[in-house]
């Protein structure tokens, strides 16, 4: 029998996620409709494990699918190769990795089309409505520079000792990687334990990211997400945080 999505209008809460759709039903974890894209929506989501994924012209459609891709900390991976990527990064003086120095240009870039096919799902609209939450200290991003020029890195969501990881790019090979290890190690400094990946890709997977199912991803979320938040204005990640990757890898 074939179930009708949901649909939410701005003033009702996101319903149970058991009402989500099934891989068997064609959609793993799509779980409603609407139109709010807000800042408070998107903080109700998220602490409840749910996110927005949608193409232009499309309502907002809300997930939340199982199982759930999940990157354990102290599960990160760091090949030979990337190890010696990172040292080379360390020694290069005209390369630095900064925190929410540009938000708006990282989730851009993270936007913009790659290897000629057209742009993500990352609309002007997402764009505001991520900016508006980072405008609340929610969202963040981590930037690699080379000569001062943006080559790389992500954005993530964050609620207490729990991130929510949302895209990178990198314009040089290996430049998003470099950021996704300073926010690794950097995370670990400050006994946070796991980054959310939403769904399963290789990549993730050769960085030591495995599949969770829902029952154990929400417990996670709503152990950390009560936890003190993580300390990205008073101590960011950076360059710094980068060198202990190699001794935790």
């Known amino acids: 029998m074939n179930r009708t999505l949901i649909w939410i209008d701005a003033s009702d809460p996101l319903p149970s996620t058991d009402c989500a759709l099934t891989a068997a039903e064609g959609a793993n974890g799509l779980l ?25 012209g499309e ?32 020694e290069a003086p005209d390369l630095t ?29 997402m764009i505001g ?11 963040h991003s981590v930037e690699v520079r080379r000569e001062g020029s943006l080559i790389g890195g992500l954005y993530c969501v964050s609620l207490g000792r729990m991130v929510f990881g949302e895209s990178m790019f990198s314009h040089t090979p290996n ?12 995370m670990q400094s400050h006994d946070a334990r796991v980054i959310d990946c939403q769904q399963h890709t290789g990549h993730l997977a050769s960085l030591g990211g495995r599949e969770i199912d829902r029952p154990a991803f929400e417990s ?19 360059k710094e945080d980068l060198s ?6």
């Open 32 to 56: 409603a409709a609407g139109s709010d894209l807000s800042a408070k929506r998107l903080e109700e989501a998220y602490s409840r494990g749910i996110f927005p994924w949608f193409s232009r």
């Open 97 to 125: 990795i900064s925190s929410n120095h540009d938000f708006t240009g990282v989730m851009q870039a993270c936007a913009a089309p790659r290897n000629g096919k057209p742009g993500t799902w990352i609309s002007p609209p």
């Open 220 to 238: 996670l979320i709503a152990q950390l997400t009560q936890q003190p938040a993580l300390p990205w204005q008073a101590s960011p990640p950076t």
């Open 175 to 186: 430049a998003s990687k470099l950021a996704l290890a300073t926010l690794v190690t950097w």
């Open 244 to 249: 202990k990757a190699i001794d935790h890898g």
């Open 59 to 90: 309502p907002v459609l809300w997930w939340t699918p199982a199982p759930r891709m999940v990157l354990m900390l102290d599960e990160f991976k760091i090949s030979k190769s990337f190890r010696k990527t990172i040292c080379k990064a360390l």
């Open 129 to 139: 409505a991520y900016a508006d939450l980072h405008g609340r200290g929610l969202a």
